[in-house]
């Protein structure tokens, strides 16, 4: 068997793949589809984002650095139960995968709902949180490594930056328009209303899956082992996990940044992050496969670094969600990118286990950036938490000229 990461020329991972067409939908249609449940779905976590350390400082009373955790703790499950997502879709199906991870959300919003009781004492009302919050990562970890799996199943691997630019616009989306309805949700119904409303989306994707096809498996080929399919992908992952720092330094503490300065709208920075984020799926998501991943991560590397140092400089609020929609600019592509990158590297197989763990060191940045930054902001103050996000994503950038010059070098080497 040849290694994960050199898959030889007649390998199924290199010639096309004809996207399977039977069934009630024709495959695009179908993965529309799939995006759909994936957005409402995923608006059970952008309702979330803003109001986990919102409720966390203010009705319980903790600190910035157990605000973070509480956001954190959901990405650090995902990086636990990624090579369990992963090695369920290549082996059980992706539609599996998908629909006990929207099972994993609905459980994980009615546990955080208790958080919110009135009668809870602050840590005990935390902890119940945390629980809440681990089940929900768990539940992304499932869904997104299903969907993508199921995509890429459906329309075949030669248009993977195509399904991983549409399952990013849909998260995303979700974050764009989760973050201004949570706080919404929160102002009017509390915490416990919040997270009702959250437990209710996820189930309505359960619906919209139940009678949909899934994709065939590759029962019985050989696989190596977890941890030697992430090693083959360890550095394109590292370029994922560095500019998601800058994403999730938005997510925990762009609003608290706002009140903490004194100024409105504090909810519209998850807004204006994915407004400029979906809008780069819409226009160029079809790049990486017509140019190459790593061309265009670099271009959107150089662009998050930019909309980062201006978060970290602004002097007022328009400056501030100016930079929030540069990162959501830059941060766009770069997932699909190395994707599709990753795709390439690794047989049919594999690509379940593959994409998981490659997804994994973009939650370990969501996962420990809320934390360690919730420490820094309690030190330094909101603002520099970015000035750490900008330096991320420049060693990004970094990382991704290398692997585009060992890339060159060795496609002159083979001609």
């Known amino acids: 068997m040849s290694h994960p990461s050199t898959p030889s020329a007649s390998s199924p991972a290199s010639a096309p793949a004809s996207a399977p067409t039977s069934g009630r939908h024709p495959a695009q249609g179908r993965l529309l589809l799939l995006a759909a449940v994936l ?16 409720f966390v400082t203010g009705r319980l009373g903790l600190g910035n650095a157990w605000a973070g955790l509480g956001v954190g703790i959901a990405f650090l499950a995902t990086v636990a139960t990624r090579a369990h997502a992963g090695n369920l ?23 955080s709902l ?9 840590w005990t009302g935390f902890a119940v949180l945390l629980a809440g919050r681990l089940l929900i990562g768990l539940g992304e970890s499932l869904v997104a490594v299903g969907v993508i799996g199921w995509g890429i199943g459906l329309v075949g691997p030669a248009r993977s930056g195509h399904v991983l630019a549409l399952v990013g616009a849909a ?33 309505l994707g359960l619906l919209a899956i139940w009678r949909l096809d899934g994709v ?10 977890f ?4 090693g083959s992908i360890g550095w394109h992952g590292a370029v994922v996990c560095l500019q998601g720092i800058g994403f999730a330094a938005i997510g925990a503490f762009f609003a608290l940044h706002f009140l903490d300065r004194g100024w409105g709208h504090a ?8 407004s400029g984020f979906v809008l780069v799926r819409v226009l160029f998501g079809h790049l990486p496969d017509r140019v190459g991943g790593l061309p265009v991560a670099i271009g959107s590397l150089v662009v998050e670094t930019l909309g980062q140092a201006l978060i970290w400089r602004a002097d007022g609020p328009v400056l501030a969600l100016a930079g ?12 699909p990118a190395m994707g599709r990158e990753v795709v390439r590297l690794v047989q049919p197989h594999l690509r379940g286990a593959a994409l998981g763990g490659f997804s994994a060191f973009q939650d370990i940045a969501y996962g420990l950036t809320g934390p360690l930054a919730g420490l820094l902001a309690d030190r330094a103050g909101y603002g520099n938490v970015f000035l750490v996000g900008t330096g991320s994503a420049g060693l990004g950038l970094l990382v991704a000229l290398f692997l585009r010059r060992a890339q060159r070098r060795d496609g002159a080497g083979r001609s």
């Open 171 to 203: 998260i995303y989306g979700a974050l764009a328009v989760g973050g201004p309805i949570g706080l919404a949700l929160f102002a009017r119904f509390g915490f416990a209303g919040t997270m009702a409303f959250g437990a209710a989306l996820p189930a």
């Open 89 to 111: 879709s290549d082996r059980r199906g992706a539609k599996p995968a998908v629909a006990r991870g929207l099972l994993f959300y609905v459980a994980g919003a009615l546990v």
């Open 39 to 54: 957005f409402i779905s995923y608006l059970c976590v952008g309702m979330s984002l803003p109001v986990v350390p919102v």
């Open 324 to 335: 929030a929609f540069l990162t959501g600019l830059g941060c766009s592509m770069i997932f």
């Open 227 to 230: 941890w030697r399919v992430v």
């Open 216 to 225: 065939p498996v590759h029962a019985g080929a050989q696989r190596p082992s």
């Open 114 to 122: 208790f958080a919110g009781l009135p009668f809870l004492a602050p």
């Open 267 to 274: 909810g519209l920075g998850l807004t204006a992050f994915g």
